[in-house]
């Protein structure tokens, strides 16, 4: 089992920045591939980006060249940098890891779900 806690949540104005964090605490973020993932209010929840093993990235179509998901194996973190920030970027943002060898955005993939830190973002 493994543990994650996001943190860095909160609000921010449209076109601004904010940059989440995920800490693993029991296992080397080095065995997981590592994602990030958002439900907005009603909807469902949906793939954001995912930092990859092999050191390969994935961007969610409505935030590609805003965000970026920089990890630091050395530090077992993983982040999520939001750029020029739209009113709807605004819900949970949850992190996940998957152990598994695959690179799939489904979201029944992945293992392992932080609680989830709140962004809001305002117009």
């Known amino acids: 089992q493994e543990q994650l806690v996001e943190s860095g949540g909160g609000l921010v104005q449209a076109g601004g920045s904010l940059t989440l964090s995920c800490a693993a605490s029991?296992?080397?973020?080095?065995?997981?591939?590592m994602g990030w993932f958002r439900q907005a209010p009603g909807k469902e929840r949906e793939f954001v980006a995912a930092?990859?093993?092999?050191?390969?990235?994935s961007y969610g179509g409505s935030v590609k060249g805003r965000f970026t998901i920089p990890r630091d194996d050395a530090k077992n973190m993983v982040y999520l940098e939001i750029r020029r920030a739209k009113p709807e970027d605004t819900g949970v943002y949850y992190c996940a890891a998957d152990p598994n060898d695959g690179t799939s955005s489904r979201e029944g993939a992945w293992a392992y779900w932080g609680q989830g830190t709140q962004v809001t973002v305002s117009s």
């Open positions: 029991e296992r080397p973020t080095s065995n997981y591939n």
């Open positions: 930092a990859w093993r092999s050191g390969l990235t």
